[in-house]
Every structure is written in C-alpha cells, then in structure tokens.
C-alpha cells in the first residue's frame, strides 16, 4: 500500500471510523443541522449543547464513508468544554490542515488529534468528506436551518 | 449464468480465458491504457460512465480537422462537400449500426440524454394531457426519469413506475399490469447502468404496442455491449451515445421511426433545421434535419463513424462474448468473496458489475483502489431509486469493455482484498 494511502486510512482514523465516539443524538434544548453530500452518499445530523459560550456536549448521527465518520468523531471529542471562538479556530485550522495549505503543517501540532488528516490533502476528491461534519457543525452553531453540503 | 439475446458463445468455461479477442493487439489500439496511477498499470473499470478511445477514432476526428473541416449542408465550396459527405456518411453509418429502415430516422443529438428530452419534449408534449400516463422501470437512469417528471409536471400527467425484483430484473407481470388505457409512452432502458440487467426488449415492445403505445428505448450502456437492431426490436425510439461507444463526447444519436418523426414538431428552431424563413412564414426541413438545429458536431458524428467501424471490425458478437467472459468470470472471483456482496444479479445481464464490501463505504473502496491503479465507480451511478430500492447509499461498479482483461479482474479481487485488509 502507497504512503500516502496508509497515511489516510491510518490507525486512528480507522479505529474512529469502527467506533464513532459520541455517536448518539442528544436530548433536549441543543442545535442542531444535517449536512448531506448526496453524491457521495454521507449523511449525518450534528448535535450542539451550548452553555452559555461553551461547547457542554456534541455528538453527531448517520452514515458515510470512512473518512467523513472519523472526521465528525474526532470533532466531537476537541470541541467539548472549547468556547465558540476556540470551535471556530479549530474549524479554520482544520479546513487549512485537508486543503493542504502550506503554513497548516505548522499548525498541526496545535490541532493534536486533528493532525492525523493532514493526509486527506493528498485526496482532493475526498476532501468534502473530511469536511462534511465541521461545516455541520458551524451550521449547528450558527442556529442555521437549511441542509449543509460540501459537495 | 445464461443471456437471452443472440450472441454466439464461447466453448470455453469460466475458468479459461476468454476466447477470441486478441485483447493484447486490441489494447495497443488504446493509447490511454498504456499509463501507469500511483505508479501501478491502469486498470480501466469504469466504462460503464465512459469507453476509452482507439487511435483510429481520435486520428479520424484530428484528420478530418486538418484536411476536409468546413461548415456544413449550405455550402458550395469544395470543403464544404467533403465535410457534408462524411458528415452524411456518418449518418449512414449509424443507419446500418443500428439496421434502422432509413437514414433519415436518423438525429444526431448531443448524447443520450438530449435524445430523451427531444422526445419527451417534441412528441411528449404533443400526446399527453392530464391524467395520461407514462410508464417507466425501476431501474433507469436519472436521464431516462427526469425528462418524464418534467413533462408529466407540465401536462399534469402521471409517471407509472414498473417495479423491479431483488435480483434487480423488470417485473414483467407488474410492468404488463401498468400498462393501462391511459398509458401514452412506454420509456425504458435496454442494459441498466447501474444492475448490469438486460432489460427484453422485443417482449416489453409488443406489450405495449397490444395497447397502442410507443417505446422509447435508453440505449446508452447497451449500444456498446449487444448488437442492436431496432427493427428487430420494434422499437419506436431508440437513444444512444458516442462516448460510451469508443467514441467522442458531445453526440449522440435519436433513432425514431419516420412517420414518428413526421408527425412531431421542431424540439429545437433555428438555422438548418428551416427551408424558408420569413416574418409571415416559416417552413420547416423534413427529417431528420428538422431536428437538427444549428450547426452540429460534425467532428463528432465522424468520430463516432470511426467508433463503429472500429468496433464492427472486431464484430459485436465477439465483443460480448468476451465481456460476457469477463463479466462470469469477475463474478465467480468477487462472488466467492465473504465480505462481497452483489448486487444486480439478474439472469440477464452484461458488463456491470456492482458490489459492496462489508463495513466498507463504496468511497472508501473507490479511493484504495484508485492507489491500486484501479478505476472504477463509486457512488448512486445516476440511479438513486435503484439505490433506494436496494436501501444503500451507494455501490461500487467495475464494468468492462472490449479491451479489459482476465488479469485485470484478478487485479481488481487483489485490490479488495487490499480494502478489506486495510478495514480489518
């Protein structure tokens, strides 16, 4: 298997891939928004508790590709207890980390976890998938009703 | 597994190579197969979405823009004459191709999918009206459903839908009981892009011409696969692109039945397709140029003459027995692995096979096969209601062409057994 394929499909983008963490709706007073690609056929609902500017929860449902799943998974896990501005960096730097551009190496170190998907900017066709779940969830934030996509 | 239509079969069994295609000469025949992807050969798998093309095709279309290029039909200049015959002559060519009764029941068109539109638009919209029906499968590509909604939701008429069995065939029975006094036009695909299925044509044609209504045929996947003869067929219309068919993009063909044709007004006004133009009066051409608007892709009805000469060289019937071959073969191997699931496994069926891999998202196999060299498709092929008939999302679909090889689907099972080594 070619480096670059190993770097995509690695360990812990598999792993959350298998066993999405806080993969549940949530109850009660949240945001929440959908985000669909349909072309590519991944679909998943974003589920936000805010306290007051504070991400409390976010858990995330449905179904997709490998790379779409283990992104709304390991989003889930950085964004609780971060507030809305330190949510809204995070997407920023993620954004630039699977785009590919030049200075998000640097910042990769910053991103800890998130880091394992520099490798999707090798892919370019699966870039809107690794991005499905964090305009998701801006769109959970942002109190947005229409459907997200990244298409 | 056994097919229905008339093509000669080999001696061989499954097991054996297929027989007759000198595929080695004939991919040499390719220049784009020659190239390498992530460093591994190419493994061309994805003909169903578009067929690579011959030297003999791209040097014809090249050629005829470096020597006989002119404009069309109104010329008196010496060019034009050249490029006006073998613009007729691809015309001609097509005739024979698809043994249509006359030339003139021949339109280029753009690609199968304006050829529908054509018809729903030119001939839809003069024999519908509220409450008639139109009846379609289960099964069809989004090219042959969304024209008919259009239509259906302009003349305030209703799309019948012929279900289709979980082995992904037509519902016969169901299809016969759809056929009602309401119905006006029957449209229906000849090979499904997505299942692989033959649909029977000749029987679904004289069912509904018991009840007086026409058949528009889809002919884009099968064109390629199966010799097409339409007046063997007895079909009314019958829809087909150069692409698919080794041929270049942006043409296509309508064949229709003349006195169809006759009776159907212009789907497109403009230049060419008019004797006389004038404020008070205009008097439109006879066919098929009534329908040909605008000067066309005279390129590209030469390059698909090309295309058909090319592939009637080799023979259509050699050319299905041999993806027949591949098709059997590439079926037993990813058959008989546990994690493989087929879909669309109709008794009839030829060049598409669609698979899904346990625990493993049609994208992610699509994109692990890619760093293999493998290039197939992944994805609702343009048949969501098939996907949702089947409640998937997607499938992945290798499909075959005169020139793939027993090699390249043993390099295809290599490539999953990759995506499944890899999901663990």
């Not at chain 1, 730097?93 to 999707?120: D, I, N």
């Not at chain 2, 019948?160 to 065939?169: C, K, Y």
């Not at chain 2, 609702?380 to 949702?388: E, F, I, K, R, W």
Request: with cysteine; hydrophobic share 45%; glycine share 8%.
């Amino acid at each position: 298997m070619s480096t670059e394929l190993r770097e995509l499909y690695q360990e812990v983008i598999l792993e959350h891939a298998k066993r999405p963490r806080n993969f549940r709706a949530l109850e009660g007073p949240v945001r929440r928004a959908e985000g669909n690609n349909p072309l590519c056929g991944d679909v998943l609902t974003v589920y936000v508790a805010l306290d007051g500017d504070t991400v409390k929860d976010v858990a995330f449902q449905g179904s997709g590709c490998a790379i779409s799943t283990a992104s709304a998974s390991v989003m889930t896990e950085l964004l609780k207890g971060k507030s809305r501005a330190d949510a809204e960096a995070l997407f920023e730097a993620f954004h630039a980390l699977v785009t590919g551009e030049p200075e998000s190496m640097q910042r990769a170190a910053a991103l800890g976890k998130l880091a394992v998907f520099a490798g999707v900017s090798e892919f370019p066709t699966r870039v809107k998938c690794a991005i499905l779940a964090w305009h998701t969830m801006r769109a959970a934030l942002e109190g947005r009703e229409e459907t997200v996509s990244t298409e | 597994m056994t097919t229905a239509h008339p093509v000669s079969r080999p001696s061989s069994r499954r097991s054996a190579p297929a027989a007759g295609l000198d595929t080695g000469r004939l991919r040499s025949d390719f220049p784009i197969l020659e190239q390498q992807v992530h460093g591994k050969p190419l493994v061309y798998l994805d003909n169903a979405a578009t067929a690579q093309k011959p030297r003999a095709v791209i040097d014809a279309m090249a050629r005829f823009y470096a020597t006989d290029y002119a404009n069309i039909h109104r010329g008196v200049h010496t060019l034009s004459e050249r490029a006006t015959q073998a613009y007729e002559d691809a015309r001609h060519a097509v005739r024979r191709f698809l043994n249509a009764a006359d030339h003139r029941e021949i339109v280029f068109v753009r690609g199968t999918t304006e050829a529908i539109n054509l018809v729903a638009q030119s001939y839809g919209r003069t024999v519908l009206g509220a409450g008639d029906e139109i009846l379609i499968t289960g099964m069809e590509h989004h090219s042959n459903i969304v024209p008919w909604q259009l239509l259906c939701q302009e003349r305030q008429s209703v799309l019948r839908v012929a279900p289709i069995t979980d082995d992904g065939a037509l519902d016969l029975d169901a299809f016969e009981r759809l056929l009602g006094s309401r119905t006006k036009l029957v449209a229906v695909t000849h090979l499904s892009n997505a299942l692989g299925t033959i649909n029977p044509i000749r029987e679904l044609a004289a069912l509904a011409h018991r009840h007086g209504v026409p058949v528009l045929v889809d002919g884009a996947q099968a064109a390629p696969h199966l010799a097409v003869d339409v007046q063997a067929l007895e079909c009314d219309f019958y829809a087909f692109s150069g692409h698919k068919l080794y041929g270049p993009t942006g043409i296509g063909v309508l064949y229709g039945k003349a006195p169809l044709l006759r009776g159907m007004p212009p789907y497109q006004g403009g230049g060419d397709m008019i004797s006389s133009v004038s404020f008070e009066r205009t008097v439109y051409q006879d066919i098929p140029f009534k329908f040909e608007a605008g000067t066309p892709h005279i390129a590209g009805a030469i390059g698909l003459a090309a295309a058909i000469e090319y592939v009637l060289g080799i023979g259509l019937e050699a050319v299905a027995a041999h993806e027949h071959a591949l098709l059997a073969y590439a079926t037993a191997r990813l058959g008989a692995m546990s994690r493989v699931r087929l879909v669309g496994t109709a008794p009839d069926k030829a060049s598409v096979l669609s698979f899904l891999v346990d625990g493993v998202h049609p994208h992610d196999i699509g994109t692990i096969l890619d760093h293999e060299g493998i290039a197939i498709r992944a994805g609702h092929h343009c048949a969501q209601p098939v996907m949702q008939r089947f409640g998937i999302p997607a499938t992945a679909r290798a499909s075959f062409a005169l020139y793939n090889t027993m090699e390249e689907i043993d390099a295809l099972a290599a490539g999953i057994d990759t995506v499944i080594e890899v999901f663990g």
